[in-house]
T-cell receptor
Framework: GNSVTQMEGPVTLSEEAFLTINCTYT??????LFWYVQYPGEGLQLLLK?????DKGSNKGFEATYRKETTSFHLEKGSVQVSDSAVYFC??????????????FGKGTHLIIQP | KAGVTQTPRYLIKTRGQQVTLSCSPI?????VSWYQQTPGQGLQFLFE???????NKGNFPGRFSGRQFSNSRSEMNVSTLELGDSALYLC??????????FGEGSWLTVV
């Protein structure tokens, strides 16, 4: 079956530090990959996505590249801010062959940015 | 464009009762899916509806059910509530099951 593995944290960084959150996946088909962010007490917000190998998703200074050879989709940001403190979820959607199993999520990475 | 709207946002129920949660998808979206989020199990897929038909179902007992109406609005129902059903229930919509957008969620506490 499909699965997503990501570092759980908490990850604590100082403001303006470089961020990397690792995400690797296992899928039977050719999935689309997503990063979602959840702020305290809120639902999930789509941060970025990539639908095929070598695609780079980007939004709000965050980037992630779909690496099929390493089955990875690591999230990066060059300079984090206190407002980036949240929980980040890596997810995949595998609809190859018309399947509709919903999103498969990682456990989430709690990011804390200190001023 | 309005996002995914879920009601109620917060509710408290007693063990053994049932609960119905409602979701209005983004206008034009025909696919609605539901997820349960708990600290222990994380985010788990419940089911997905497309054009009023359940397209797939996650690994949850039959106490969890849902439906979708002709206007794409969806409801999910949990019968005979258990303490372990306390969770954040998230509804999500998409145009045809591609990029999925989530609502704010309904916080259910079972006492």
């Amino acid at each position: 079956g499909n699965s997503v593995t990501q570092m759980e944290g908490p990850v604590t960084l100082s403001e303006e530090a470089f961020l990397t959150i690792n995400c690797t996946y296992t899928a039977t088909g050719y999935p689309s990959l997503f990063w979602y962010v959840q702020y305290p007490g809120e639902g999930l917000q789509l941060l970025l996505k990539a639908t095929k190998a070598d695609d780079k998703g980007s939004n709000k200074g965050f980037e992630a590249t779909y690496r099929k050879e390493t089955t990875s989709f690591h999230l990066e940001k060059g300079s984090v801010q206190v407002s980036d403190s949240a929980v980040y979820f890596c997810a995949l959607s595998d609809r190859t062959g018309g399947g509709a199993d919903g999103l498969t999520f990682g456990k989430g990475t709690h990011l804390i940015i200190q001023p | 464009k309005a996002g995914v709207t879920q009601t109620p946002r917060y509710l408290i129920k007693t063990r053994g009762q049932q609960v119905t949660l409602s979701c209005s998808p983004i206008s034009g979206h025909r696919s609605v899916s539901w997820y349960q989020q708990t600290p222990g199990q994380g985010l788990q897929f419940l089911f997905e509806y497309f054009s009023e038909t359940q397209r797939n179902k996650g690994n949850f007992p039959g106490r969890f059910s849902g439906r979708q109406f002709s206007n794409s609005r969806s409801e999910m129902n949990v019968s005979t509530l258990e303490l372990g059903d306390s969770a954040l229930y998230l509804c999500a919509s998409s145009f045809q099951g591609d990029t999925i957008y989530f609502g704010e969620g309904s916080w259910l506490t079972v006492v």
